[in-house]
């Protein structure tokens, strides 16, 4: 993809991301019809797929008709390829097409056929990555693809890449150090455990280093974590989304921080897990992607377990596609309260954020036809204002989950026990 040309070069990697919307739903919609049908004729589990849910591949010719298909899971994928090695007739081109293949726990065995896809780039880019930047690349560069798709996309916006892949703390301050490196890319987690290490030995970090920028994904960067790094450090961060089992890159950030552009190479869903439904803005559910530019692999509809929302507002960055909002937890932790899921990560986040806090539980109870949700309290400190905790609670839990709360219990202090589910389901079908 060539670089846009107008005057604001150099803030979009390409033109896709500033496509209008209208445009946009022309591509995807495209796209998507060409990667069924292309999958169809080349890959004959998709092929199964589609004549076991008796859908011709002419049907698929929006977004909206994929709730025709089912969804198909690590599981899935894991059975399938040992049931029919070794990529479980999801191989959509000859097999001495194969340009590389990544091996993800499972084990299950992706087939690329070019290294030349530029899926990773435009987040690298949007994060600030040059020509002029030397950065360490500290994922591995063994069985998954993050190593070297990352490698080749920081080549990409013209970033010398370090080849330093996981581990080895001391090697890594120390070229860090060596070399003047200008930029991170690993875990939030690995970011912090190099700066201690630093200054264990005994360096200033601001003063003997040049980090000025760090590329996070596989783990999300949580608020303080990041203000630590942006303000103490003055460290730029920018967070992806990247799932390896569809081929990597989903979403990411821009400098805006408020949500990951949904990248043009995927059909990104967010569905009921339970009915593979498609939900609207806001909604939370699971992410399914489906890859529309990788011919090797007819994976369609692949369902990722990772539970978020996505928004529609354009973002002032000037991208124009949607955003996800973070990553708030696994389906297997979602129980749905009135036709919303509620994430046990999520509710977490709401309730702990109270000090007076110390435990919680959530359970969720039915009567009259209705789902109701009561909030279990334990308190450190038995003297605050239950009535204000209260009517604090119920707005941040609302504001962040979604659903309202019926009813807030505070409970005795060892009435939640120590290893305790925080979402109790005792609702009754019959
Ligand atoms: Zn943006």
């Known amino acids: 993809m060539a670089m846009k040309s107008s005057g604001k070069?150099?803030?979009?990697?390409?033109?896709?991301?500033?496509?209008?919307?209208?445009?946009?739903?022309?591509?995807?919609n495209q796209g998507l019809s060409q990667a069924v049908d292309y999958a169809y004729r080349n890959a004959p589990a998709a092929k199964e797929i589609l004549d076991t849910a008796k859908v011709s591949p002419a049907e698929i010719r929006t977004i909206r008709d994929l709730e025709k298909l089912p969804?198909?899971?690590?599981?899935?994928?894991?059975?399938?390829?040992?049931?029919?090695p070794p990529y479980g007739g999801f191989l959509a081109i000859p097999l001495q097409d194969v340009d590389r293949v990544f091996i993800s726990p499972g084990p299950i065995y992706e087939p690329l056929h070019t290294g030349a896809i530029k899926w990773f780039a435009k987040s690298f880019y949007a994060a600030g990555f040059r020509k002029g930047d030397v950065v360490i690349n500290t994922f591995t560069y063994h069985m998954s693809p993050a190593g070297i798709l990352f490698h080749e996309a920081l080549r990409d916006c013209g970033a010398s890449v370090v080849v330093t892949g996981t581990g080895n703390t001391e090697i890594q301050v120390q070229t860090m150090y060596d070399l003047k490196v200008t930029g991170f890319v690993g875990t939030p987690s690995?970011?912090?455990?190099?700066?201690?290490?630093?200054?264990?030995?005994?360096?200033?970090?601001?003063?003997d280093f040049v980090l000025k920028r760090a590329w996070f994904t596989g783990?999300?960067?949580?608020?303080?974590?990041?203000?630590?790094?942006?303000?103490?450090?003055?460290?730029?961060?920018?967070?992806?989304?990247?799932?390896?089992?569809?081929?990597?890159?989903?979403?990411?950030?821009?400098?805006?921080?408020?949500?990951?552009h949904l990248m043009d190479e995927y059909i990104v869903e967010i569905v009921d897990p339970g009915t593979g439904k498609q939900l609207g803005p806001g909604e939370i559910g699971e992410i399914v992607v489906t890859p529309i530019h990788n011919k090797a692999w007819g994976l369609i509809r692949f369902g990722t377990g990772d539970m978020s929302s996505y928004i529609t507002e354009l973002c002032p960055c000037g991208r124009t596609a949607n955003r996800l909002v973070g990553i708030v937890g696994r389906t297997a932790d979602a129980i749905k309260v009135r036709g919303m899921f509620v994430v046990a990560k999520q509710a977490e986040q709401a309730v702990l954020s109270f000090e007076p806090i110390?435990?919680?539980?959530?359970v969720i109870g039915r009567k009259e036809q209705r789902d109701e949700m009561t909030l279990k309290v334990e308190l450190k400190d038995e003297a605050i204002d239950r009535k204000e905790l209260a009517d604090n609670l119920n707005e941040r839990f609302q504001n962040l989950c979604r659903v309202k709360i019926d009813r807030i219990e505070f409970v005795e202090k060892g009435d939640i026990p120590e290893e305790h589910q925080k979402i109790v389901d005792e609702r009754t079908w019959d």
């Open 190 to 207: 690995f970011l912090m455990t190099l700066i201690k290490r630093a200054e264990e030995i005994g360096h200033d970090f601001r003063r």
């Open 219 to 260: 783990e999300m960067l949580p608020g303080p974590l990041r203000k630590t790094l942006e303000e103490d450090y003055q460290i730029a961060t920018a967070q992806a989304y990247a799932v390896t089992e569809p081929g990597g890159a989903i979403a990411y950030e821009c400098h805006q921080k408020s949500g990951m």
């Open 358 to 362: 110390s435990r919680f539980q959530i």
């Open 9 to 28: 070069q150099d803030e979009f990697f390409d033109e896709l991301e500033v496509m209008p919307t209208e445009v946009r739903e022309n591509y995807l």
């Open 71 to 84: 969804i198909i899971r690590k599981t899935d994928l894991i059975d399938l390829q040992r049931a029919k």
